[in-house]
């Protein structure tokens, strides 16, 4: 199994769909885990933490399932503002230092 | 409060060439982290940087080489390069817990390499 491996996507949506990522991960040692989401061309930027079974922050809840090595990202009501790729990072071997990414998952929010 | 800064943000260079990639962390972080992200791919960590020390390095050559300052910013050097080396470079900020490590890291804008 890869490090990090996500969904390869695109997802494309309409306005006001929810729509889920998933992203395992291969080091059963991580305590942490991490949603960025990265515009074309701009730099990724943090969007979830996850410490313990999961998160929730408005229209974005990150489950996380350590049993199974399994991340997931739920966007409900989804805005065109959403549309950008959505990165899954794990640190490697439990260290918070060195951030294992997936190749993204893109996301298109149509109108 | 500024964030993460990066300079230049494009530079163009030919084979064999040497480059110099600088970054400022966001005030507050003692930690620099770079990564190189290719086209299509999610970033790749070369290494990091605390107390003016390598503290960890990615899968990358000696080619890679870094430095820290005191002031916590830190340089990019890549040497002999090659076409493959053009990519986005990324530096990210974060502070260092003795007790968990590195918190959230925080990236900036990037300096994208061509290597002709």
């Known amino acids: 199994r890869k490090e990090v491996e996500q969904d390869p996507g695109p997802f494309n949506v309409p306005e006001g769909a929810t729509v889920a990522f998933n992203c395992t991960y291969s080091n059963s040692a991580s305590q942490s885990f991490f949603w960025y989401r990265q515009d074309c061309r701009k730099e990724p930027k943090l969007l979830m933490s996850v410490y313990s079974s999961g998160n929730e922050d408005g229209r974005f809840t990150a489950q996380l399932n350590r049993a199974s090595q399994y991340i997931s990202l739920l966007i409900r009501d989804s805005k065109l503002s959403d549309s950008a790729t959505y990165l899954c990072v794990v640190p490697f071997r439990g260290s918070q230092g060195n951030l294992i990414f997936g190749k993204g998952t893109k996301l298109s929010v149509k109108p | 409060d500024a964030g993460v800064?990066?300079?230049?943000?494009?530079?163009?260079?030919?084979?064999?060439?040497?480059?110099?990639?600088?970054?400022?962390?966001?005030?507050?972080?003692?930690?620099?982290?770079?990564?190189?992200?290719?086209?299509?791919?999610?970033?790749?960590?070369?290494?990091?940087?605390?107390?003016?020390?390598?503290?960890?390095?990615?899968?990358?050559?000696?080619?890679?080489?870094?430095?820290?300052?005191?002031?916590?910013?830190?340089?990019?050097?890549?040497?002999?390069?090659?076409?493959?080396?053009?990519?986005?470079y990324l530096c990210a900020s974060s502070f260092f817990h003795w007790d968990r490590g590195s918190d959230e890291q925080f990236f900036g804008p990037g300096t994208r390499l061509t290597v002709l």
């Open chain 2, 5 to 88: 800064t990066q300079s230049p943000t494009h530079l163009i260079k030919t084979r064999g060439q040497q480059v110099t990639l600088r970054c400022s962390p966001k005030s507050g972080h003692d930690t620099v982290s770079w990564y190189q992200q290719a086209l299509g791919q999610g970033p790749q960590f070369i290494f990091q940087y605390y107390e003016e020390e390598e503290r960890q390095r990615g899968n990358f050559p000696d080619r890679f080489s870094g430095h820290q300052f005191p002031n916590y910013s830190s340089e990019l050097n890549v040497n002999a390069l090659l076409l493959g080396d053009s990519a986005l």
